[in-house]
């Protein structure tokens, strides 16, 4: 093999070594059991559903997303095609303190009488202001439907669905409570449309992880290029 595609070889292998190890996402999301007991038009209802939330990067800010894997409460009639409309809270916790709004789509099938109501994916839009770790918790649900309001709250004190290493649009770091003492930053939004712009998963894992092997990254590339000059160096007094 000739030292130029020697040269060639190593300089790809690190390069790529550094990009695939670097590129790994600062992020930490598990399913965590959410115990709701809902105050219900004829009475106190309540379900465990494990709750899932996802965060993807859209421009300044991300896209979550809350999925239920289990039904919660139900209804003494049918609801129709279109009546139930759920919402939701996720609170924030870490560096940044607030709550997120996320709702989604109303039923597209009829829920049968006296069965758990399967609530769709809710999604909504938060905007960093501090930059740090910031957790994202399942809170209230809310389910309008006839006419009626069931409020259903965690009475479990859940952990942290996902948790979202982020860099607020100042830069700053550090707790405290966002404007208004409510939205944490975050703007509301019950779009549920996919996002834009580059993907951030989370990822399972500990998140000192991320900063470790984007250090790793650093050092192979680094040690690339040590190999691609030696490599040369070496061509050129062989050729002489």
Same mark, same amino acid.
């Given at each position: 093999?000739?030292?130029?595609?020697?040269?060639?070889?190593?300089?790809?292998?690190?390069?790529?070594?550094?990009?695939?190890?670097?590129?790994?996402?600062?992020?930490?999301?598990?399913?965590?059991?959410?115990?709701?007991?809902?105050?219900?038009?004829?009475?106190?209802?309540?379900?465990?559903?494990?709750?899932?939330?996802?965060?993807?990067?859209?421009?300044?800010?991300?896209?979550?997303?809350?999925?239920?894997?289990?039904?919660?409460?139900?209804?003494?009639?049918?609801?129709?095609?279109?009546?139930?409309?759920?919402?939701?809270?996720?609170?924030?916790?870490?560096?940044?303190?607030?709550?997120?709004?996320?709702?989604?789509?109303?039923?597209?099938?009829?829920?049968?009488?006296?069965?758990?109501?399967?609530?769709?994916?809710?999604?909504?839009?938060?905007?960093?202001?501090?930059?740090?770790?910031?957790?994202?918790?399942?809170?209230?649900?809310?389910?309008?439907?006839?006419?009626?309001?069931?409020?259903?709250?965690?009475?479990?004190?859940?952990?942290?669905?996902?948790? #979202? *290493?982020?860099?607020? +649009?100042? %830069?700053?770091? @550090? =707790?405290?409570?966002?404007?208004? &003492?409510?939205? /944490?930053?975050?703007?509301?939004?019950?779009?549920?449309?996919?996002?834009?712009?580059?993907?951030?998963?989370?990822?399972?894992?500990? #998140? *000192?992880?991320?900063? +470790?092997? %984007?250090?790793? @990254? =650093?050092?192979?590339?680094?040690? &690339?290029?040590? /190999?691609?000059?030696?490599?040369?160096?070496?061509?050129?007094?062989?050729?002489?």
């Amino acid at each position: 093999m000739s030292n130029q595609k020697r040269t060639t070889l190593a300089l790809a292998a690190a390069l790529a070594g550094s990009i695939v190890v670097a590129g790994a996402p600062a992020a930490h999301a598990e399913v965590v059991d959410v115990n709701y007991q809902c105050v219900t038009p004829i009475g106190p209802k309540g379900a465990v559903s494990p709750i899932d939330i996802k965060g993807v990067r859209s421009g300044d800010g991300y896209k979550l997303t809350m999925s239920f894997q289990k039904g919660v409460s139900s209804s003494p009639v049918e609801l129709g095609k279109g009546a139930m409309n759920p919402s939701a809270v996720i609170e924030l916790g870490g560096a940044e303190q607030g709550k997120v709004q996320v709702t989604g789509p109303a039923n597209s099938e009829a829920i049968p009488a006296n069965t758990p109501i399967k609530i769709s994916d809710l999604s909504g839009t938060y905007t960093p202001k501090k930059s740090g770790k910031v957790t994202f918790t399942a809170g209230v649900l809310t389910i309008k439907a006839l006419g009626t309001t069931t409020t259903c709250t965690p009475t479990n004190s859940p952990g942290p669905s996902l948790e #979202l *290493d982020v860099q607020g +649009a100042g %830069g700053s770091s @550090g =707790g405290g409570s966002a404007d208004d &003492g409510s939205t /944490g930053g975050a703007s509301t939004g019950g779009s549920t449309g996919g996002a834009s712009g580059g993907g951030e998963l989370p990822r399972t894992g500990p #998140l *000192d992880s991320a900063a +470790a092997l %984007g250090t790793l @990254g =650093g050092t192979v590339l680094l040690t &690339g290029a040590v /190999g691609v000059l030696w490599l040369t160096r070496r061509g050129q007094r062989s050729a002489g």
